[in-house]
């Protein structure tokens, strides 16, 4: 008997050695034991070597003084140094010239596409499907490594409800169930399970935490905001990256609640160490460990330096603080040896897991096989297409015939290739993309006449070319409008105050519009606009984001009905800049916005409704749900349940539709959502086709954090919502309850 006791004992001892729980360090016996034996090697001047990122960019090149710095062990990672030669040149000094062979971490923005350029995240968010995410995830990181890059600084997985602030576009919307999902697949685009392969990248969550809820959607502003709102609105999107197992995190720009996220040990190591386990490292942002001065938190150089390590930044880039001051802060043990020990422990790590100390060099056949293939270029199109929404079609003006007599193509943004590839685009160039008025060409059939007027810039007060396109228009059947914003008007530092179409754009398009002819306007944009006009008075609007490399192809495949567009806004678009932040998820105050009265939460001069919300898009067919089901009308406290509906193709061509579910609690100890996304499927379905649509309802979906601050699911009634948008008017509703015992 005692000898069976033994063996269950040794097997549970073993068991428990060998699960990895989820987030805790995946440590590797072996890996860990070489880094001590490095660590035990280097110099105080080696080790803060490997704390320093620098931005090797020079016109193409990398700066020469970097080649001395690495051969002296004093430079360990570099950013904006790509192509396999120039990174093996600065790779054979680490590894050939240095004391201790400690490969260089090239670092890039590999945003959305490192030379074949994809849809801008918002729009990859649209799609609404994560596999879209992964994939042209994962062709980026072919692509980068194969050019040396063996670092993304992606994904960026702030959560955005201020439509102002311009880098909405680098993210997944406004929600955190989307934006985890999104996380998630994209953390596992770039990694994959093997970083130290050829064709995957070390990804990097950003920015931490919560830099999207700048004060007026203003870059860089304060943030402030309950500890409830940061767990449950801002959190779950870094936490799904971290389950993914990213390898590192990037501290944020701005202050938290009076911290700056580069120097705050509650994000950098209370949630992130000691809460989620997380093993990798965290680099700064870009000088922003020098700019703890200008926060305020930091009366010298010195003081940065140390209040940014000692809270868990253990990468600094492009400031020098740490090697110009931790010396001196460690001979007055102000930071501990242990703590730059560990920093340069987490960053050998990395390393290790890319297989740089092993395969440090890259193949330089690689690059011109791998980068812009074909099959990469058909990749970008198709997820191009997929992150469409379809935002009006009156009269079923779309799809257009091919065949069709003439049409006129106009706007600023109709033959424009740097706009198509959006902000953060990589190595991608401008001469490689697709225009709208190319793809058109190429759609079209060789009968249809084509009429291009550019009628006016995307910003600015003239309207000389209004006639030209007005002329184009009135002898054509239809009229195709590209107007929009200039890819530099989002991304970082470019917030706006006004979210109205720039310039005279919309002018053109009231003037397209009076010549009668049918107008179709294709936007592109990295933001939600307040198109008021345009929803009231024209036809049909398809919303394109920045579609990338072969946008103009991918926007001609949906307007002339190759594909059928399929999706949905992953943010809500405001009638007014004044209602913003502005997002579904919203609590239900007190006094709830009601038409009828006046002492409700409401403004006298626009509704408090959106323009488009939240999980809005349109198809060239039409869906209905019916028979939603619940498993069981009530639960227990850990219970949990499914719920399903089915979903019918009614119309005439096939399409795909998302199925939203939301959920609500609709009493409970601190003030809950009047709904919240708790799962989606998108499905292609074949006119006539039906089929059903099944979810699972967990604590972990149903739960919030209580005012303890401790996540739970309290009983209570649960009203459960599945609909085709958060503002669907045939939305399915039911409810369960939770029983308290
Ligand atoms: C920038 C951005 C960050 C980017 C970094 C490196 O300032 O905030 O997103 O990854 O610098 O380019």
Partial sequence: MKLVKATCLLLILAFALIAVPVGSPRSQPGIERRINAIIARMTLEEKLGQLQQLDGEANGN??????????????????????????????????????????????????HGYRTIFTVPLGEASSWDPVVAERSASIAAAEARAAGVAWTFAPMVDIARDARWGRIIEGAGEDPFLGAAMARAR??????????????????????????????????????MSENTLRTIYLPPFKAAVDAGVGTFMSAFNSLNGVPSTA?????????????????????????????????????????????????????????????????????????QATIDEAVRRILRIKFRLGLFDHPYTDESRESKVIMSQENLSATREIATRSFVLLKNAQETLPLSKSARSIAVIGPLADDQQDMIGSWNGDGRSQDAVTLLAGIKTKVSQSTKIVYAK???????????????????????????????????????????????????????KAIQATGKPVVVVLMNGRPLTI????????????????????????????????NPGGKLPVTFPRSVGQEPL???HMNTGRPPDANNKYTSKYLDVSWTPLFPFGFGLSYTQFRLSDLQLSTKRILPGGELTTSVEIENTGRRAGDETVELYIRDVAASVTRPVMELKGFERVTLQPGERRRITFKLTPALLGFYNREMRFTVEPGVFHVMIGTSSADPNMLQTDFEVAER
């Fill in 62 to 111: 990398y700066r020469p003084e970097h080649r001395d710095m690495i051969r002296k062990g004093l430079l360990g990672s570099t950013l904006n140094v790509r192509g396999a030669v120039r990174t093996n040149e600065l790779q054979r000094v680490a590894m050939n010239e240095s004391r201790l062979k400690i490969p260089v971490l090239f670092g890039f923005d590999v945003i």
């Fill in 187 to 224: 953390v596992r685009g770039f990694q994959g399970s093997e970083q130290s392969a050829p064709d995957r990248v070390m990804a990097c969550a950003k920015h931490w935490v919560a830099y999207g809820a700048a004060e007026s959607g203003r870059d860089y502003n304060t943030v402030d």
């Fill in 264 to 336: 705050n040990p509650f994000t950098l190591t209370k949630v992130l160490r000691g809460e989620w386990r997380f093993d990798g490292f965290v680099v700064s942002d870009y000088t922003a460990v020098e700019e703890l001065i200008k926060h305020g938190v930091a009366a010298d150089e010195a003081e940065a330096a140390r209040l940014a390590l000692n809270a868990g930044v253990d990468m600094e880039m492009v400031s020098r603080l740490y090697n110009k001051h931790l010396p001196a802060l460690l001979r007055s043990n102000k930071v501990a």
């Fill in 455 to 509: 009628g006016c810039d995307v910003s600015g007060d003239s309207t000389e070319g209004f006639a030209e396109a007005v002329r184009a228009a009135r002898q054509s059947d239809l009229a195709i409008v590209a107007v929009g914003e200039s890819a530099d008007m989002s991304g970082e530092a470019s917030s706006r105050a006004s979210l109205d179409l720039p310039g005279r754009q919309l002018d053109l398009v």
């Fill in 532 to 563: 008021n006009w345009l929803a009231e008075n024209v036809p049909a609007i398809l919303e394109t984001w920045f579609a990338g490399t072969e946008g103009g192809n991918a926007i001609a495949d949906v307007l002339f009905g190759d594909v």
């Fill in 583 to 585: 997002y579904y998820n």
